[in-house]
C-alpha cells in the first residue's frame, strides 16, 4: 500500500494521529468512517475536508465509508458548541439526510462493484430499534462517567457560562462511538477520521470498541485533521452571504468560483494542497511561479478551476469564467445574452438598479430619456449628452451614440438591460 499518512501530512492533513494508525494504513485495505451530521440539506465547504479525505483513501485502496448521521442528528454534537442545539424534527431529518446522500453520491460511486467500493450508512438504521434500557446495559456500561467527563468537548461545556450540558448531549460522544463498534463488527471498519474537534468522541470509539470485544483484540484507530482556518484567524468557509454551499441551488457555480479566486495569497499557499489532487512537483512549481509574479494570481486561478471542477464540473466551471469575465474583462453583447437569470444578478449583485414597464419599449425609448428620466443615472439630459458624446456610454457592453434607440430586441434573458459609463461604472434596468 502506498502511505496514505505521509500523502496526508505533506497536505496540512493531519493533526492528531493514534499510534499504529500509519502501519495498519501501510498494511492493508483499510475500511475508515467519516460522519456527517445532518443539521442542513445540504452540505457546505466546511465539510469538504472529510470529503476529501473519503476520497484520498478510495485513490490509496482503502474502503471509505461515509456515514450520516440520522440518529446523532436528533440530539446534536456538542463538540465545538457553547449552547444546547435546538433539535430537529423527523420530517427535517429525513429531508437534511437525503441532501447529504445526494452531495457524497456525486464525490463517491456508491453503487461501484470494485473490492474498495464506498459505503454510504446512515446510523439511525441501527439505532432506531435499540431501546435505551438495552442501551444503558451494553454501551453505557463500558465507559465510565470519569471518562467521559474527561474529554473536552464536555469540559469545556461545563465549566464555562451559559446552562452547562444536557444529558442528551452528553450521551452523544456514546452514541457515536457506539457507531464505530457497529461498523468494526459489519464492515471490520479499523478507523474513523474527522476534524480535530471529534478528537474526543473518535477516541471513546477506539475505546468502546475495545472494551464491547470481550477477549478478543479488537482493533481501532483514530485520526483527525486541522480545523481550517483563514491566514489572519477567522473563521473559513463564509463569505459575505453566510455559508459557501456545495449545491448551485444555495451558492451559485460563480460564486462558489469567485469565493476561491479571492483568497489571499497565504491562504492559496496552503489550500491548493489540502482541497486539490494536484501532486506536490506541480503544486511546488506553481507557488514558485506564482511568488514570480504574484498579481498573475496563477495559485487563485488554479486552486478555483481545481475545485470547482470538483464540485460541480468543467462545463460549470467555463460558465464561471465566462461569468467572471463578463464583469472584469471585454465581454459582448452575445455574452451577455448567455448568462441566466440567478447568474447575471449575481455578476451584478450591488449595482443599482432601476424599473421600467416593459411595455414603453414598443415603440422604443430614445439613450437620453433612459439615461435620465427613466432610470436617474444621469441627474440630467445635459450630463447625459455629454457622456454619450464622449463616447463613454455602452448598452450591453456595446458603445452607443446620442441617436441610440432601446428596443425590446437589447433585453437579455428578455428582462434585463446593462447600462455602462466609463470602465467601472454599472446600472441594470429591469423589465417589468
Request: proline fraction near 2%; hydrophobic fraction near 40%.
Amino acid at each position: 500500500m502506498k502511505n496514505l499518512v505521509e500523502e496526508l501530512q505533506w497536505r496540512g492533513l493531519v493533526h492528531d494521529i493514534m499510534p499504529g494508525t500509519e502501519e495498519q494504513l501501510s498494511k492493508e485495505m483499510t475500511a475508515t468512517y467519516i460522519g456527517f451530521d445532518p443539521t442542513s440539506d445540504s452540505l457546505h465547504i466546511g465539510s469538504l475536508v472529510p470529503i476529501i479525505l473519503l476520497v484520498h483513501l478510495k485513490n490509496f485502496g482503502h474502503k471509505p465509508i461515509a456515514l450520516v448521521g440520522g440518529a446523532t442528528g436528533m440530539i446534536g454534537d456538542p463538540s465545538g458548541k457553547s449552547d444546547e442545539r435546538n433539535l430537529l424534527d423527523e420530517v427535517t431529518l429525513a429531508k437534511n439526510v437525503a441532501g447529504i446522500k445526494s452531495v457524497l453520491s456525486r464525490f463517491l460511486d456508491f453503487n461501484s462493484n470494485e473490492t474498495n467500493a464506498p459505503v454510504l450508512v446512515n446510523n439511525y438504521d441501527w439505532m432506531k430499534t435499540f431501546s435505551f434500557i438495552d442501551f444503558a446495559r451494553e454501551v453505557g456500561k463500558r465507559i465510565t462517567v470519569n471518562y467521559m467527563m474527561a474529554k473536552d468537548s464536555v469540559k469545556k461545556r461545563i465549566a464555562g457560562e451559559g446552562e452547562g450540558m444536557s444529558f442528551t448531549e452528553f450521551t452523544y460522544q456514546l452514541i457515536q462511538g457506539y457507531d464505530f463498534y457497529h461498523l468494526h463488527k459489519e464492515y471490520n471498519c479499523l478507523l474513523q477520521m474527522g476534524g480535530s474537534d471529534q478528537w474526543g468522541n473518535i477516541t471513546t470509539g477506539t475505546e468502546l470498541v475495545r472494551r464491547m470485544n470481550v477477549g478478543v483484540d479488537a482493533k481501532a484507530y483514530a485520526m483527525t485533521c486541522p480545523l481550517i482556518t483563514k491566514a489572519d484567524g477567522s473563521k473559513f468557509g463564509k463569505s459575505e452571504g453566510g455559508n459557501v454551499w456545495l449545491t448551485a441551488d444555495k451558492t451559485s457555480v460563480y460564486k462558489f468560483y469567485q469565493f476561491w479566486l479571492n483568497t489571499t495569497d497565504a491562504d492559496a499557499e496552503k489550500y491548493i494542497k489540502i482541497f486539490t489532487f494536484l501532486e506536490a512537483a506541480t503544486i511546488e512549481a506553481l507557488i514558485a511561479e506564482h511568488h514570480e509574479a504574484p498579481h498573475l494570481r496563477i495559485l487563485q486561478k488554479k486552486l478555483a478551476e481545481e475545485i470547482t471542477i470538483f464540485v460541480h464540473s468543467k462545463e460549470e466551471l467555463e460558465k464561471a469564467i465566462q461569468a467572471s469575465n463578463i464583469l472584469f474583462g471585454n465581454s459582448t453583447a452575445e455574452d451577455l445574452k448567455q448568462l441566466d437569470e440567478a447568474t447575471f444578478l449575481e455578476v451584478f449583485d450591488g449595482v443599482p438598479q432601476a424599473e421600467i414597464a416593459k411595455a414603453d419599449l414598443e415603440n422604443g425609448l430614445d439613450i437620453i430619456s433612459v439615461l435620465n428620466e427613466k432610470t436617474g443615472f444621469f441627474k440630467s439630459n445635459g450630463e447625459a449628452r455629454r457622456a454619450l458624446t464622449a463616447n463613454s456610454i455602452s448598452v450591453n457592453r456595446e458603445k452607443i451614440k446620442e441617436d441610440f434607440v432601446l428596443t425590446a430586441n437589447d433585453l437579455i434573458n428578455n428582462q434585463f438591460v446593462l447600462l455602462q459609463s466609463g470602465k467601472k461604472n454599472y446600472f441594470v434596468i429591469r423589465m417589468v
